[in-house]
Each structure stands twice: as C-alpha cells, then as structure tokens.
C-alpha cells in the first residue's frame, strides 16, 4: 500500500504546520492508522458521496493534535483523502482545522479526479 499526497495537500500542511508544530508527528500517526482501517469507520470518518469514481473518497474526523493543549477532539483537524483499492494506493487530497473552514473543498476533489481522468486517457494511447 503506497501513500501519495497532491502538492495542495503539502502546503495545508506547511500552513497549518506554523501554528501547530506537532502536526507532522499528528498525521504520521493518522497514516498508520489509516493503513489499519482503510474504510470509513463512522464516528471517526466517513466516505463522501461523489460523483462517478472508481475509489472511495473518505473523510477522518476528530484528529486530535498534541499542540491543541488539552483541548481535544473538540478542535479537531479535518483529513480527506482517496483510497484506490485495486491499486493498493491512497492520495491525501486535503488537511484542515474545523473552525477555519466549515467542509472540504469539493471543487479540490472534484479537480484531482478530473486531472487523474486526463491522465489515465493519455496512457491508454
């Protein structure tokens, strides 16, 4: 199983990795966790309904980071990524803290698979 990030994705990180620098620690930890428990597993993610894809694009809630200071889950990043099970791949699409942004970016999803779409019709040339 290989995991792949889109460069939108390195600089949520960058970004939020200002604020809070435990994060890099925070998302290795989610990664192996997401290894475990490639599915949705509800309360904690949740595969969103998109249109027309051959992978299933789930959100994580409730990541918790150690630089939140004992406030939790309750100030949770947000991680949404797409998981490729014929492949064995999963592409990290997006990071964010719940009280700065609302929802994931569709238009973010929506423009990965589209791009990935352009892609796979040029190797089958």
């Known amino acids: 199983?290989?995991?792949?990030?889109?460069?939108a994705f390195q600089k949520d990180i960058k970004k939020l990795q200002k604020k809070y620098a435990?994060?890099?620690?925070d998302i290795a930890l989610v990664k192996k966790v997401?290894?475990?428990?490639?599915?949705?597993?509800p309360p904690f993610s949740y595969t969103l309904?998109?249109?027309q894809t051959v992978s299933a694009v789930i959100k994580v809630k409730k990541i918790a980071s150690r630089s939140f200071k004992g406030r939790g889950v309750q100030s949770g990043f947000r991680l949404v990524y797409a998981y490729f099970e014929k492949e064995e791949r999963?592409?990290?699409?997006?990071?964010?803290?719940?009280s700065k942004q609302a929802n994931e970016d569709r238009?973010?999803?929506k423009a990965f698979f589209s791009e990935?779409?352009?892609?796979r019709e040029g190797k089958e040339k």
């Open 107 to 109: 238009e973010r999803i």
């Open 34 to 41: 997401i290894l475990v428990h490639l599915q949705a597993r």
């Open 49 to 51: 309904q998109t249109a």
């Open 1 to 7: 199983m290989t995991i792949e990030a889109l460069e």
């Open 22 to 25: 435990t994060l890099a620690g």
């Open 90 to 98: 999963i592409v990290l699409i997006e990071l964010y803290h719940k």
């Open 116 to 119: 990935r779409a352009d892609w």
